[in-house]
C-alpha cells in the first residue's frame, strides 16, 4: 500500500487551521468552513477521521477532495476502509476464498464494522463504479504527517501522535501503527521548540469533561482537537496562526 508523503513547504497560505476525527459529521464540517470564513488562500488540514461512525463520512472524503487547499490525513478509520473496501469489491474466485486468507479477510471486515465501519459500507453501496473508485483513489493519496509554520510557531500535525517516541527521531522513520494508533499520555514531552497537533483520542480523557463540554486540550505544546463530535461533542478546530479555537 503506497501512502504517499506530501509537503507544502512552497505555499504560503494567509491562514492555517487544523481539524480532526469528523467521523461522517457533514452539517457540522460545512459549518465549520462557514464559521471560520475559509478562503482559497487559506489552508485547512484535517487530522484523519473523516469516515465511519457518523452517516456521511465518504461525502465528506469526495467534497474534501474538490478542495486543493483542504490537506487530508489518514487516520486509522481511513486505513480500515482502504483496507478492506477492494475486498468488498473483488469477484470471489479459488484464489481469494483461500481458508485461512479468507478468515483473516472477514476478521478485519468483521472489527471495522464494529468500529463504524458499517456506516461507511452503507454509504459505498450507494455509490456508482466510477464515485466507488474516487473514494479508493483518495483514500490511497491521503498523507499521514505535516509540518508548518504559522504565527512564528513551528507545527507537527499528524493523526494520533508519534508512538515510540525519542527527540532525534525523524518522521519519516516512524511505523504507520505509530501515527494512526497512539495516544500521548497527558503529561508526555515531545519537542522543546514544535508544537505537536494531534486527533485521534477525545480530549474528554484528558480533561475529565463531559463529551457534550469537551473542548480542545493544550499542555505546553501538546495540542489534542478531537472533541468528539460524532459522540455528542462539538467539533473543534484550531488556528494555528492565532491559536483561536472554534467550535460547531
Given at each position: 500500500?503506497?501512502?504517499?508523503?506530501?509537503?507544502?513547504?512552497?505555499?504560503?497560505?494567509?491562514?492555517?487551521?487544523?481539524?480532526?476525527?469528523?467521523?461522517?459529521?457533514?452539517?457540522?464540517?460545512?459549518?465549520?468552513?462557514?464559521?471560520?470564513?475559509?478562503?482559497?488562500?487559506?489552508?485547512?488540514?484535517?487530522?484523519?477521521?473523516?469516515?465511519?461512525?457518523?452517516?456521511?463520512?465518504?461525502?465528506?472524503?469526495?467534497?474534501?477532495?474538490?478542495?486543493?487547499?483542504?490537506?487530508?490525513?489518514?487516520?486509522?478509520?481511513?486505513?480500515?476502509?482502504?483496507?478492506?473496501?477492494?475486498?468488498?469489491?473483488?469477484?470471489?474466485?479459488?484464489?481469494?476464498?483461500?481458508?485461512?486468507?479468507?478468515?483473516?479477510?472477514?476478521?478485519?471486515?468483521?472489527?471495522?464494522m464494529a468500529d463504524?465501519?458499517?456506516?461507511?459500507?452503507?454509504?459505498?453501496?450507494?455509490?456508482?463504479?466510477?464515485?466507488?473508485?474516487?473514494?479508493?483513489?483518495?483514500?490511497?493519496?491521503?498523507?499521514?504527517?505535516?509540518?508548518?509554520?504559522?504565527?512564528?510557531?513551528?507545527?507537527?500535525?499528524v493523526h494520533a501522535?508519534?508512538?515510540?517516541?525519542?527527540?532525534?527521531?525523524?518522521?519519516?522513520?516512524?511505523?504507520?501503527?505509530?501515527?494512526?494508533?497512539?495516544?500521548?499520555?497527558?503529561?508526555?514531552?515531545?519537542?522543546?521548540?514544535?508544537?505537536?497537533?494531534?486527533?485521534?483520542?477525545?480530549?474528554?480523557?484528558?480533561?475529565?469533561?463531559?463529551?457534550?463540554?469537551?473542548?480542545?486540550?493544550?499542555?505546553?505544546?501538546?495540542?489534542?482537537?478531537?472533541?468528539?463530535?460524532?459522540?455528542?461533542?462539538?467539533?473543534?478546530?484550531?488556528?494555528?496562526?492565532?491559536?483561536?479555537?472554534?467550535?460547531?
Amino acid at each position: 500500500m503506497d501512502i504517499r508523503i506530501k509537503t507544502r513547504q512552497e505555499v504560503h497560505p494567509d491562514m492555517q487551521y487544523a481539524v480532526s476525527d469528523i467521523h461522517g459529521c457533514y452539517d457540522k464540517y460545512i459549518e465549520l468552513l462557514r464559521r471560520i470564513n475559509l478562503k482559497d488562500s487559506d489552508t485547512l488540514y484535517v487530522l484523519g477521521d473523516m469516515v465511519d461512525r457518523g452517516p456521511d463520512g465518504l461525502k465528506i472524503l469526495l467534497d474534501i477532495s474538490m478542495r486543493p487547499n483542504i490537506i487530508p490525513f489518514l487516520g486509522n478509520h481511513e486505513y480500515a476502509a482502504l483496507t478492506c473496501l477492494p475486498w468488498l469489491m473483488e469477484e470471489l474466485t479459488d484464489e481469494n476464498t483461500e481458508p485461512d486468507q479468507l478468515l483473516w479477510r472477514l476478521k478485519s471486515v468483521q472489527g471495522w464494522m464494529a468500529d463504524g465501519g458499517d456506516t461507511t459500507v452503507a454509504e459505498f453501496r450507494r455509490l456508482s463504479p466510477e464515485a466507488r473508485q474516487d473514494v479508493l483513489d483518495v483514500l490511497e493519496d491521503l498523507t499521514v504527517y505535516e509540518e508548518t509554520e504559522a504565527g512564528g510557531r513551528e507545527f507537527v500535525l499528524v493523526h494520533a501522535g508519534l508512538g515510540g517516541f525519542s527527540p532525534g527521531k525523524a518522521l519519516d522513520d516512524y511505523q504507520l501503527d505509530e501515527l494512526i494508533l497512539s495516544r500521548p499520555e497527558p503529561g508526555q514531552d515531545y519537542f522543546p521548540d514544535k508544537y505537536l497537533v494531534f486527533g485521534h483520542t477525545p480530549t474528554p480523557f484528558y480533561t475529565g469533561a463531559r463529551t457534550e463540554d469537551a473542548r480542545i486540550y493544550r499542555r505546553d505544546r501538546l495540542v489534542a482537537i478531537d472533541c468528539g463530535c460524532v459522540s455528542g461533542g462539538p467539533l473543534g478546530c484550531i488556528c494555528l496562526d492565532t491559536m483561536e479555537e472554534t467550535y460547531v
